[in-house]
T-cell receptor
Framework: SAVISQKPSRDICQRGTSLTIQCQVD?????MFWYRQQPGQSLTLIAT?????????ESGFVIDKFPISRPNLTFSTLTVSNMSPEDSSIYLC??????????FGPGTRLTVL | AQSVTQLGSHVSVSEGALVLLRCNYS??????LFWYVQYPNQGLQLLLK??????LVKGINGFEAEFKKSETSFHLTKPSAHMSDAAEYFC??????????FGQGTRLTINP
């Protein structure tokens, strides 16, 4: 299994600013994903972070709002841009393992004032 | 398209009692199924998974789940609940692109 760390673990941000979340995996992985978990809800996939190419976004999520980088097989970043209070959520990254399982980081708890 | 339905957003059992968390799925291809647990203020931890082979799958912390194709179900059970089992549980199905589709989650409360 992969061990995943995220930075920051939590942040409080002002409306209109941007926050970049980092995700580090302890081994090389092909697939990395970013999810959003709104308060009291389940996880929704934002995008698949592809190494060497643009991320693949799910319906309802756009690159201008959630730009993603994947410079190598162990690291990815998600930026939440021009934040509003509606962006207050937990953001989780995951790494794909064998048999389609995914291993999750501890999450970044974002509060936008 | 894949989808997951978890019956019961909140389940409460007594310590030592049977835990049963229900999950039904819809999938256009043979499914890969997962149960994850999320403890307060933490990320998701994989409890168990079904890919192929034996339909009764054993996971960590004494949990197990049975894949029933005829019922399109993958219910999670534990014979005897412990206080430390209190958490949010998510059932998920993998699509062919290896993306996970999650159910709504079930909050498990253990009564002393």
């Amino acid at each position: 299994s992969a061990v995943i760390s995220q930075k920051p673990s939590r942040d409080i941000c002002q409306r209109g600013t941007s926050l970049t979340i980092q995700c580090q995996v302890d081994s090389q992985v092909t697939m990395m994903f970013w999810y959003r978990q709104q308060p009291g809800q389940s996880l929704t996939l934002i995008a698949t972070a592809n190494q060497g190419s643009e991320a693949t976004y799910e319906s309802g999520f756009v690159i201008d709002k959630f730009p993603i980088s994947r410079p190598n097989l162990t690291f990815s970043t998600l930026t939440v841009s021009n934040m509003s209070p509606e962006d207050s959520s937990i953001y989780l990254c995951s790494a794909g393992g064998s048999n389609n399982e995914q291993f999750f980081g501890p999450g970044t708890r974002l509060t936008v004032l | 398209a894949q989808s997951v339905t978890q019956l019961g957003s909140h389940v409460s059992v007594s310590e030592g009692a049977l835990v049963l968390l229900r999950c039904n799925y819809s999938s256009s291809v043979p499914p890969y199924l997962f149960w994850y647990v999320q403890y307060p203020n933490q990320g998701l931890q994989l409890l168990l998974k079904y890919t192929t082979g034996a339909t009764l799958v054993k996971g960590i912390n004494g949990f197990e789940a049975e894949f029933k194709k005829s019922e399109t179900s993958f219910h999670l059970t534990k014979p005897s609940a412990h206080m430390s089992d209190a958490a949010e549980y998510f059932c998920a199905v993998s699509d062919p692109a290896q993306k996970l589709v999650f159910g709504q989650g079930t909050r498990l409360t253990i009564n002393p």
